[in-house]
């Protein structure tokens, strides 16, 4: 039969081990008071960092065309509990294909000329078949802005030209992303 002291031991360490468990990766400071004898197992307060690769990423899609898929606009936000930085392109209808990869600088689609955009790295996304612009030559999303999220600090629009859109994230590192897709629009997550 075990005894009353090696019993508490079993009950805290379980309650330690639980209590880290059931964090979601966010453990907190336990704050049970440990059996006489037993020496208090702190619990260090972390977050988990999303493990994403930082290597180039190319989903092929064939939507019919015409008309050609459209980016109609851009959103981003800061995701701090989750620690990622989101920047979505809302494309209505089917969705073109697209690659994420980073480069060395931002050059223009078709001039080649250099595009300066704050950051110190650059995540360029290009949409395939795409378009940036209505059908009547307006343009739907264009030129260099400032954001300033945790890892994202700007984007610029480096080319809509021949049936390619070009969007260049300037990040503060290279940090790890993940792409995808959602209803009308395709999202990317940068790790923070």
């Known amino acids: 039969m075990m005894g009353s ?3 508490r031991v079993v009950v805290t360490c379980t309650a330690v081990a639980a209590l880290a ?3 979601g990766g966010k453990a907190a400071e336990s704050s049970a008071t440990p059996a006489p004898g037993v020496a208090a197992v702190p619990v260090a307060a972390t977050t988990t960092h999303p493990a994403w690769p930082t290597t180039p990423v ?3 899609h064939h939507p019919a065309v015409p008309p050609v898929p459209v980016v109609t606009g851009v959103r981003y936000a800061a995701h701090r509990d989750e620690r990622y ?4 392109f809302d494309i209505p209808g089917p969705v073109p294909g697209y690659t994420a990869k980073y480069v060395p600088k931002v ?3 078709g001039s080649g000329n250099p595009i300066p955009v704050p950051g110190k790295y650059f995540l360029l996304i290009v949409f395939n078949p795409a378009q940036a612009h209505t059908g009547a030559g307006a343009a739907t999303i264009s030129g260099t802005h400032t954001i300033n999220l945790p890892m994202i ?3 610029a629009v480096a080319g809509d030209y021949e049936g ?6 300037g990040l503060n590192a290279k940090a790890g992303f993940h792409i995808g897709e959602l209803d009308g629009r395709v999202y990317i997550d940068v790790a923070a």
Do not use: Q
Not at 85 to 88: G, I, K, M, P
């Open 5 to 7: 002291t090696a019993l």
């Open 21 to 23: 468990a059931g964090c």
């Open 58 to 60: 190319t989903v092929v």
């Open 85 to 88: 930085d989101r920047f979505v």
């Open 107 to 109: 050059v223009a689609d």
């Open 153 to 155: 600090k700007s984007y």
């Open 164 to 169: 390619y859109v070009s969007v260049a994230l």
